[in-house]
């Protein structure tokens, strides 16, 4: 792609979601009182995530009983309270395995 | 070196680990698609933003408008407007007005996440370490996808493909197990999300506004249901 046709997307690209990350957390610096708005804000960052996750992560390996593997694998770690990075790389690895798996039958 | 710096930049190697995948995958399909390696990287090095830069693509290349673009990438990452919502109240006294215009760049899903986790307040050095690591995961991906996709094995590829779910899913599991609130909380947001990806009608919105649709409303649930004591108490 040419460079002249490439940069104004860039440029609004980048404005846009840099704009959209900073100003609240810039501009909002009162504290809250709303007992509401406080709750609000701490279940936001679980809600996000659970509705990231699913039912996103099973095809996120091209193939569900993969990514079946890999999710189970990784709920039980993380239930378990493992790290992050164990969690990440123990559910690539069994992802792996299932893939191995599904060749050799 | 600064002690909360070197855990920040502990704490975003997971995240960065995860990041490299994901990039990899968006660096080969924008160079596959038209782009210069370079391109790729310097979209991955302005925006940070995943969802945002595979949408996109498509559109840079079909020669949309860029209000259409503005537009696109408006809905897609609103969820980060309500992310640095959260997370203001987690920043200590050293986050000033700079500090912030700096860390915003870097508020990804991902280190939102890790940063909201922590105990406490956070601080600049903390932030500064957490964002580091996966920025440089990110970009560096980006390059090795866009210069190298395609010798690298399609199952090293896919299996590649979840790490950045096995971290989402320690992230919110273990204060799921403990505390009931959070755990309702996730429920019906999955539940919610569950609609929007496979019932007809519901499926048509736009993959940015499910996920804003369905965290406000389950959040809202949960703070109508479970109130919480006092200031970052979950």
Request: proline fraction near 4%; glycine fraction near 10%.
């Amino acid at each position: 792609m040419s460079w002249s046709a490439f940069l104004p997307y860039v440029a609004v690209m980048a404005l846009v979601t840099y704009l959209i990350r900073m100003l609240p957390l810039t501009l909002f610096r009162r504290p809250i009182r709303s007992r509401f708005v406080q709750s609000f804000l701490t279940y936001i960052p679980f809600a996000v995530l659970g509705a990231m996750t699913f039912p996103d992560v099973m095809y996120s390996t091209g193939d569900m009983r993969t990514a079946a593997a890999g999710v189970a694998v990784a709920v039980i770690l993380a239930w378990r309270g493992k790290s992050l990075l164990t969690v990440a790389v123990a559910a690539c690895l069994a992802v792996a395995a299932a893939q191995g798996v599904l060749m050799l039958l | 070196m600064n002690a909360e710096f070197r855990k920040g930049i502990r704490h975003g190697i997971p995240i960065a680990l995860g990041y490299l995948s994901v990039s990899f995958a968006f660096g080969m399909k924008a160079v596959g698609d038209g782009l210069t390696w370079l391109q790729a990287v310097l979209i991955s090095a302005t925006n940070l933003t995943s969802a945002g830069q595979m949408a996109g693509l498509p559109l840079m290349l079909g020669g949309a408008s860029l209000y259409e673009m503005a537009l696109t990438q408006l809905t897609i990452n609103l969820r980060y407007g309500l992310m640095g919502l959260s997370l203001g109240r987690k920043l200590d006294d050293s986050m000033g007005t700079l500090q912030r215009l700096i860390f915003s760049f870097a508020n990804t899903d991902e280190i939102f996440a890790v940063a909201s986790s922590q105990p406490g307040k956070v601080g600049k050095h903390y932030l500064y370490g957490l964002m580091l690591t996966p920025f440089l995961g990110w970009t560096l991906g980006t390059l090795l996808g866009g210069v190298a996709g395609t010798v690298l094995p399609a199952f090293v590829r896919s299996a590649l493909g979840i790490a950045i779910y096995g971290m989402f899913l320690a992230i919110i599991l273990p204060p799921a197990r403990e505390k009931k609130p959070i755990r309702a909380v996730v429920a019906l947001s999955v539940a919610l999300s569950l609609c929007f990806h496979y019932l007809p009608g519901l499926n048509q919105v736009s993959s940015g506004f499910v996920i804003i649709i369905c965290a406000v409303a389950a959040a809202a649930a949960g703070a109508a249901l479970f109130p919480v004591e006092e200031e970052g108490q979950a």
